[in-house]
Nanobody
Framework: QVHVVESGGGLVQPGGSLRLSCAASGSIVSTYVTAWYRQAPGKPRELVAR????????YADSVKGRFTISRDNTNNNTAYMQMNTLRHEDTGVYYC??????????????WGQGTQVTVSS
């Protein structure tokens, strides 16, 4: 079994910063991709940032230059997303998705429960 837990959300004023964490645990052989998605009220879930095992990073156009996805230097199963210059439109529930090789040898993707980010003055 694989578990994914996000943390670090909260209420922040426009222009502020937050750092989200994503910790995957359980029967993980290796991590292929870690990605952050978000879902605003009434809108579909969208990809925000993606990090592959070889270090390739992709960002949604709306967050380029403001958000940075990274992996923990000592724990490959922990990832972060630094969010700077936050805007009202960044408000939503942020979900981490970890695509791993699990203990059964299968490649599978696992979701966390989400963490709320609210940007408001």
């Amino acid at each position: 079994q694989v578990h994914v837990v996000e943390s670090g959300g909260g209420l922040v004023q426009p222009g502020g910063s937050l750092r989200l964490s994503c910790a995957a645990s359980g029967s993980i052989v290796s991590t292929y991709v870690t990605a952050w998605y978000r879902q605003a009220p009434g809108k579909p879930r969208e990809l925000v940032a993606r990090l592959t095992s070889c270090g390739s990073k992709n960002y949604a156009d709306s967050v380029k230059g403001r958000f940075t996805i990274s992996r923990d230097n000592t724990n490959n199963n922990t990832a972060y997303m630094q969010m700077n210059t936050l805007r009202h439109e960044d408000t939503g529930v942020y979900y981490c998705n970890a695509e791993v090789k699990n203990g059964l040898g299968y490649r599978a993707a696992y979701w966390g429960q989400g963490t709320q980010v609210t940007v408001s003055s």
